[in-house]
T-cell receptor, first 116, second 114 residues
C-alpha cells in the first residue's frame, strides 16, 4: 500500500525568502508524484507532477520539486516566496501499477504562511 | 468548461438525518473520486470510480456511507443516518486519464451535523 508523509505541518517564512516543503512516500512499486495547493475555501489545484524522466520538475507559480528515488522523497521548493503563496500544500502519490492502480493518496498537508 | 460541480456547497443538518451530496464531473473525464477533509484526519480518500465502476471503497468509514455513479455525468455520496463526527468538507474530483492526469477538484460541500 502507498503512503505519503509530509514532515512539517506548518512552515512560516518571510516574504522573498526561499522555502522547502518536505515530502516522503512509501510504495512497493513505481510511483507518480504530485504537489497540489489549496487556498482557503477552495478545492485543490495541481502545482506540478513527476511521471518519469528528469527528476527536477518545474510547476506553476515558480515552484519546483525534485524526485529522489533512493531517499523516497519529493520535496517542493521555491527560491523566493510571495504573500500570495500563503496556502496549504499537499503531496500526493499514485502507484503506476499493482492493486492500487489509479488511487491517489494525499499527505496530511503543510500550511505555508508567508509574512511581510 | 464549467469544472467539477458540487452541491450543496453548505449543508447543516441534525444527527440522524439523511444527507446526499452530489457531483457532476468534467465532461469526458472517466475517473471520479470522493474525498473527505477534516482538521484532525486531513484529506481522506473515500471511494473512487473508473468508467462509473467503483474500484476502491476501502476508505468509506462504515455502512452509513454509500456512493453511486449511475452514469458518466453524475455521482452521489449518501450518509444515512448522519452523525456529528461526519462533519467535514467533502470534495469530488475527476480526471481524464487513469493514473497520470491532473485531478480536478470541485469547491467542496461543507457538512455540519448538529
Amino acid at each position: 500500500a502507498q503512503s505519503v508523509t509530509q514532515l512539517d505541518s506548518q512552515v512560516p517564512v518571510f516574504e522573498e525568502a526561499p522555502v522547502e516543503l518536505r515530502c516522503n512516500y512509501s510504495s512497493s512499486v513505481s510511483v507518480y508524484l504530485f504537489w497540489y495547493v489549496q487556498y482557503p475555501n477552495q478545492g485543490l489545484q495541481l502545482l506540478l507532477k513527476y511521471l518519469s524522466g528528469s527528476t527536477l520538475v518545474k510547476g506553476i507559480n515558480g515552484f519546483e520539486a525534485e524526485f529522489n528515488k533512493s531517499q523516497t522523497s519529493f520535496h517542493l521548493r521555491k527560491p523566493s516566496v510571495h504573500i500570495s503563496d500563503t496556502a496549504e500544500y499537499f503531496c500526493a502519490v499514485s502507484e503506476s501499477g499493482g492493486t492500487s492502480y489509479g488511487k491517489l493518496t494525499f499527505g496530511q498537508g503543510t500550511i505555508l504562511t508567508v509574512h511581510p | 468548461d464549467a469544472g467539477v460541480i458540487q452541491s450543496p456547497r453548505h449543508e447543516v443538518t441534525e444527527m440522524g438525518q439523511e444527507v446526499t451530496l452530489r457531483c457532476k464531473p468534467i465532461s469526458g473525464h472517466n475517473s471520479l473520486f470522493w474525498y473527505r477533509q477534516t482538521m484532525m484526519r486531513g484529506l481522506e480518500l473515500l471511494i473512487y470510480f473508473n468508467n462509473n465502476v467503483p474500484i476502491d471503497d476501502s476508505g468509506m468509514p462504515e455502512d452509513r456511507f454509500s456512493a453511486k455513479m449511475p452514469n458518466a455525468s453524475f455521482s452521489t455520496l449518501k450518509i444515512q443516518p448522519s452523525e456529528p463526527r461526519d462533519s467535514a468538507v467533502y470534495f469530488c474530483a475527476s480526471r481524464d486519464s487513469p493514473n497520470t492526469g491532473e485531478l480536478f477538484f470541485g469547491e467542496g460541500s461543507r457538512l455540519t451535523v448538529l
